[in-house]
């Protein structure tokens, strides 16, 4: 399995900016993609950004503009840069893996990310 440890959380101001890694380790052959996934309490998960092997990338409509998602190039650590943070983005963030291949979707353990004041 692939083994996904988020760091970069925290408390920001609002405006304010945050950068998020995740890095994969395991078995990581055959990921067809990574992302990052936010849940709000009281909310169900929501898709923040995706990248896949080729390096195409899909944002939440909530997010273009203020986000960007990136990669190594050994494709290990996914990074995902947050600016103009406002309150609707606390949330605990996750990182995930996709191997459609082998029917695998992997999941980090998620990282707090609290905009306020």
């Known amino acids: 399995q692939v083994q996904l440890v988020e760091s970069g959380g925290g408390l920001v101001q609002p405006g304010g900016s945050l950068r998020l890694s995740c890095v994969a380790s395991?078995?990581?052959?055959?990921?067809?993609?990574m992302g990052w996934y936010r849940q709000a309490p009281g909310k169900q998960r929501e898709l923040v950004a995706t990248?896949?092997?080729?390096?195409?990338?899909n944002y939440a409509d909530s997010v273009k503009g203020r986000f960007t998602i990136s990669r190594t190039n050994a494709k290990n650590t996914v990074y995902l840069e947050m600016n103009s943070l406002n309150p609707s983005d606390t949330a605990v963030y996750h990182c995930?893996?996709?191997?459609?291949?082998?029917?695998?979707?992997?999941w980090g353990q998620g990282t707090q990310v609290t905009v306020s004041s």
């Open positions: 995930n893996a996709v191997q459609a291949g082998i029917g695998r979707t992997s």
């Open positions: 395991g078995s990581i052959f055959s990921v067809n993609s």
């Open positions: 990248i896949t092997s080729s390096g195409t990338t």
